[in-house]
């Protein structure tokens, strides 16, 4: 007998949202079926909505603060541990591979989480010009930021492509096409932990269906692929981000500091020195 | 007229569990130690014993420094995740029980429960989360090639922020790879000893922390210990300048955090209400137990007598007595020794010439008491001018212009902190850059973070705690 | 600007005293939230609270100033000022009940067997943004009326265009349309928004003649907040040590439990002392405030937590 799989559900706003256009595609799986979101344009631009707001929120938000929730997620996800190397393993991986995936992604929250209330003493700096002023460069979150999951089944290859983004203070919307299922059950972790509502929202669906309302959004303020496209995709993508110069980045590295640097707007303040 | 006391809130004692007599901390467990010699420790704010605290002898730091070796090869084998998952474990720790440590910090030291609660404890907790983030990426901190552990780190804390002290020692040496033989002072062991169950707690590997108690021998056993690695100290610079000389000729790392006598320099153009608030937070917090405390109020003779009057009126509304009152302000004298040597200091500036106001305050009968202190009229030259008083005891200096008021500030062997009242940005960072003192506070003071660097300048000591460089103090670049 | 310098006020002041006061203003904000969280965290208990709650009570001017405002409301009002709780006999009257001018005749037919005051509010309350003539004429309305105090509202438009001569003088005239009825000089620190506004307004207004400042109008959303208080006591202290005279402090706003009240009471206390914890010298501008204030003192005294049917509405 082949079981219907709940529906899953978007996760826009510290909410779980079905698809405004009611749509849905099928992933099977196995003896399994799974009905995930067809985002459509419309979702996209309630998403920027919310992520506008989740990323006042989130960026005000003490470092130190942001350093704990993040622990805390990486707590939860080590305490679901069972259920998400499950559900690997339903879409093909061994129970080995599937292990290896949950422990590189634990790990990999916990080193973002210790990254949170240190990356500015790493990128910022005082810049020594030669006249008599203080004059210090320091980094803001960019903003919202639109994350394409990689087409491989796999949660750490999805937190990689949130973490940077977010450790920095980034509202960060997350993309997924192939590994939606991962994606959206990582939504019920995000809803349990203490995020702030619209800092990290969570989609499924086709990227060729939104692929220009994103691009060409212009309160998204940066698009990050972490699969790579054809070459019309990205080309389409890069000629309409010009329009609002959206910075484009075509799988940025996920290594180390370098990982965080896309996200950063440096501003550099200057200051006189006298009585 | 209305007369409004506050009654009583005083915080329970129900939450402790002291032992009658607390032993060392070594290899992961608990040990008798060999000289069998014990003290009691009291509370300074009734003279009431709380328990009994050993000395350990030469043979004790032997075993601890033999445990911490053998932790060593243990804890640097790990991965780096792993030992940053140990801190964020003690971390989560000393959160769960703060209360806990709250009351019996204010209990054995003195302090009143509302700093112990709203500052050291979370602070305590902060410093094992920042340090738990930079154990699996000590490669990031600094381009330095290869950065390692020194092995096995000697640490002597002093009395006036017993566990904030330790977590200050104890987080970055372990994040670093190092493992730990910690002292704490004598008359406030309890906080560091009750840390030793939270290791237990978190299931630390054997000998990566190890906590003896003693006094000053053993911390002189430690400091000559063929083994260690390398020695952090807080504490008087008098003993610092003794462990510097120690290890002379010896290739073990040091870093020094000793005293200060900073001066808090409020210009004419301050804002005027919060500058008072600030000389009185950086002299009364924590009884004026503290290193970096603005002991010398150096204030531009144009503004001196309105400050002073709004100074004297602020200090009146200062609260001594109980520490767990929870609205005490000033608590008690951590020991008889201190209350002398602050007692007698002041006798000195008096004598000397100095006009004294002192807080009308009703001081409770048992215990050690010292009522908030102010002298104005005082040369440089009296020693209440030059000395570390280390008491609720502010001295006031005059100035007229900026150029004088960094002459007079640097006019110190001590160069620990300072303090800057002007709401003029460029006066502040003019005054910033010649001000010869490891942390400066521009209207503010009293502020501390893990990932603020905090250190002295001149006698006050030398390496820096906290932030991406204290993590320097841990490591040694390898040949 | 009138040159009106040399021109000394009844109240020891000249016009450059009170210019030096203003340029001298310098409030750096991130201190002074820290000294007033600080003061928030004493723990009034026991005793120490039933005497703040107690206190509170005799502090409150009980308010309604609404356009639906009837007699019937006034009347129900007034028997709740001087009896706020029937139920136990050691609980005072209030300080003042509030009102617009049309209802002060009614108030002060209602409350005149007791202590209680009829407060008005007045200067074209809450904008303020008519002629000074309609201003006048709205406050001696009130004062032939039979009112005992008149709140009025500073002219925050002159005030925000840097016009701080205009705000005083208007306040001059209008404690001469007062005479001897205590008047109240409202800031509404909510439209003044920075800490240095509200203290160049409070010494502005007490130079002119204010026997009290007041916080709010209790019209806009940001109302009363501790720290615009602390801001205000420090320039009644001021104006003190330079004039010797001891003006009040009424907060309104925005304060809806007891809790926040005994903050406020607390900073009263240990800034300004013993003297400023008196209806003469500190008031509460407050609606839902008395009956939370009314629940906790029952409690204190049963042991037991109150429900809001059990005081009589007003």
Known sequence: MIEIKKTYKNYVGGKYVRSESGKTYTKELKNEFYELPLTSKKDIRDAVTSSKDGFKKWSSTTPYLRMQILYRLSEMIEGNKESYVELLMHHGLTKQKANKDIDKSIQNIVWFAGLADKWEQLAGNLNPVSEEYFNISHQNPIGV???????????????????????????????????????????????????????????SGKFENILNDVSKHVEINLVALHKELDNNGLKSIEENASESVKRVFSQPSIEGLSSILPYLETKTVWHPKGT | ????????????????????????????????????????????STEEVLSQIAISNQNDVNKAVKAAKSGFEIWSSLAPYERSKYLFKLARLIQERSREFAVLESLDGGKPI??????????????????????????????????KPHGVVGQIIP?????????????????????????PAETTSLTALLFAEICDQAGLPNGVVNIITGDGTTGSLIVNHQDINKIAFTGSTQVGKLIQKSLAGREVGLTLELGGKAANIVYEDAAIDQAVEGVVNGI???????????????????????????????????????????????????????????????????????????????????GFWFKPTLFTDVQPSYSIAREEIFGPVLTTLTFRTPD??????????????AGVWTEKGSKILWTADRLEAGVVWANTFNKFDPASPFGGYKESGFGREGGRHGLLSYLKESS | MQNNSTVKYSNNISWESVLELIYDSRVDSVGLKERVSS????????????????????????????????????????????????????INSVAAVCVYPSLVQTAKEKVKNSSVKVAAVSSYFPSGQVPMDS??????????????????????????????????????????????????????VGDLKTYENIRKASLISLAAGSDFIKTSTGKLSIGSSREACYVMLKAVLDYKSLTGISAGIKVAGGIRDSKDAIRYLVMINEEMGDEWLSPNLFRFGASSLLDDVLKQIKKLKTGAYQAGYYFPRG
């Not at chain 2, 009395?159 to 033989?181: I, Q």
């Not at chain 2, 004088?404 to 902190?417: C, D, F, P, Q």
């Not at chain 3, 019937?72 to 007034?78: C, D, H, L, P, V």
């Open chain 1, 145 to 203: 930021v639109f994350s394409l999951s990689g087409s491989n089944v796999s949660l750490n290859e999805l937190l990689m492509s949130i973490l940077p983004a977010l450790t920095v203070g980034c509202s960060v919307i997350s993309y997924s096409e192939e590994n939606s299922v991962v994606a959206l059950k990582f939504a019920e972790d995000i809803n349990n932990s203490d995020f702030p509502s619209g800092s990290l929202n969570i989609l």
């Open chain 2, 1 to 44: 007229m209305v007369n409004w006391q506050y009654s009583e809130s005083i915080e329970s004692r129900e939450i402790l569990d002291i032992k009658s007599k607390y032993t060392n901390y070594i290899g992961g467990k608990f040990v008798e130690p060999n000289s069998k010699k014990y003290i009691d420790t009291i509370s300074p």
């Open chain 2, 114 to 147: 509302k700093e112990s609660r709203d500052f050291d404890i979370p602070q305590v907790a902060a410093n094992f989360f920042y340090f738990a983030g930079w154990a699996d990426k000590i490669d990031l901190s600094w381009s330095t090639k290869g950065l």
């Open chain 2, 159 to 183: 009395w006036n922020f017993p566990l904030l002290m330790l977590a200050w020692k104890v987080a970055p040496a372990l994040a670093t790879g190092n493992t730990v033989v910690l002292k």
């Open chain 2, 284 to 366: 009364f917090f924590n009884q004026g137990h503290v290193c970096c405390a603005g002991s010398r109020l150096l204030i531009q003779e144009s503004v001196h007598d309105q400050f002073i009057s709004k100074l004297e009126k602020r200090m009146q509304a200062l609260r001594v007595g109980n520490p767990l009152d929870k609205n005490t302000d000033i608590g008690a004298i951590n020991s008889k020794e201190q209350l002398n040597k602050i007692t007698n200091l002041v006798d000195e500036g008096v004598a000397d010439g100095g006009n004294i106001f002192q807080t009308e305050c009703e001081l409770p009968g048992n």
């Open chain 2, 404 to 417: 004088e008021a960094v002459e007079i500030a640097n006019n110190t062997e001590y160069g620990l902190s």
């Open chain 3, 39 to 90: 003061l928030a965290t004493r723990s009034v208990k026991k005793d120490s609270k039933l005497q703040a709650l107690k206190m509170i009570v005799s502090m409150c001017d009980l308010t309604t100033l609404e356009g639906e405002d009837t007699e019937g409301k006034i009347s129900q009002m007034a028997a709740k000022a001087i009896n706020p709780d029937p139920s136990d006999k050691e």
């Open chain 3, 135 to 188: 201003k006048i004429l709205d406050t001696q309305y009130a004062i032939d009326a039979g009112a005992d105090e008149i709140d009025i509202v500073i002219n925050r438009k002159a005030f925000l265009e840097g016009n701080y001569r205009k705000v005083f003088d208007e306040i001059v005239a209008l404690k001469e349309v007062c005479k001897n009825v205590h008047l109240k000089t409202i800031l509404e």
